[in-house]
């Protein structure tokens, strides 16, 4: 079975640029979602998509980033324009089923990103 | 405001020692605790969840325990491998209503196991 892959592993961009990084999840995996690691922090979720829907967004830190989840396969986290505090690793993870807060989740390796 | 705090920051031990790490959380409403291992250049690994209502759960030479009074949970490895080098993420999720769990990630616990 596939994991979660996630594209491009390494993006190097300047300031100011638009980047998209783009995840995809265990395939039948209706729950995906989007975290970042900043350097020396700890991982903070983003957004949860159950299907094409956005369950919950309330960790999407500005209006400089989109997620989108057209037909509830892949998804797409748009940086635009990105700034230097958004250089980090952003992770995908999936989950199969309703979530119930306990399904086991499967993360892919990880997008890290390098805003100059 | 939610945090999970885990301890030490980085340990090193010597193959076929066991170990214990710690983490303990403020966070609320608690609903469950799992523990992630993530290997360099890899993303977190599932290696064990607890809801409120258990207290130990064991995934092969992991041992995870749960006391939700104390807020506390310890993830305690046995006769450690070469293979147990990573870092080991503590995550406590909180249930809010309308159905979303918002996980709350410690900032884990580098391991290293020397031959």
């Known amino acids: 079975e596939a994991g979660v892959t996630q594209f491009p592993s390494h993006s190097v961009i300047e300031k100011g640029q638009t980047v998209t990084l783009r995840c995809d999840p265990i395939?039948?995996?209706?729950?995906l979602y989007w975290y970042r690691r900043v350097m020396g922090k700890e991982i903070k979720f983003l957004l949860h998509?159950?299907?094409?829907?956005?369950?919950?967004e309330s960790g999407m830190p500005n209006n400089r980033f989109l997620a989108e989840r057209t037909g509830g396969t892949y998804s797409t986290l748009k940086v635009q324009p990105a700034e230097l505090e958004d250089s980090g690793v952003y992770f995908c993870?999936?989950?199969?089923?309703?979530?119930?807060?306990?399904?086991?989740?499967?993360f892919g390796a990880g997008s890290r990103l390098t805003v100059l | 405001k939610n945090q999970v705090e885990q301890s030490p920051q980085s340990l090193i031990i010597l193959e076929g020692k066991n170990c214990t790490l710690q983490?303990?959380?403020?966070?609320?409403?608690?609903?469950?605790l799992r523990w992630y291992k993530q290997d360099t250049g890899r993303g977190p690994v599932s290696l064990t969840i607890?809801?409120?209502?258990?207290n130990t759960k064991s995934n092969g030479r992991y041992t995870a325990t749960l006391d939700a009074d104390t807020k506390q949970s310890s993830l305690h490895i046995t006769a450690s491998q070469l293979s147990d080098s990573a870092s080991y993420i503590c995550?406590?999720?909180?249930?809010?209503?309308?159905?979303?769990?918002?996980?709350?990630f410690g900032r884990g616990t580098s391991l290293i196991v020397h031959p």
């Open positions: 607890m809801t409120f209502s258990e």
């Open positions: 993870a999936s989950s199969q089923g309703s979530s119930t807060g306990a399904n086991v989740l499967t």
């Open positions: 983490c303990n959380y403020t966070v609320s409403p608690f609903s469950n």
């Open positions: 395939s039948g995996h209706d729950n």
């Open positions: 998509f159950v299907k094409e829907s956005k369950q919950d």
């Open positions: 995550v406590v999720s909180a249930r809010y209503s309308g159905g979303s769990y918002i996980p709350t």
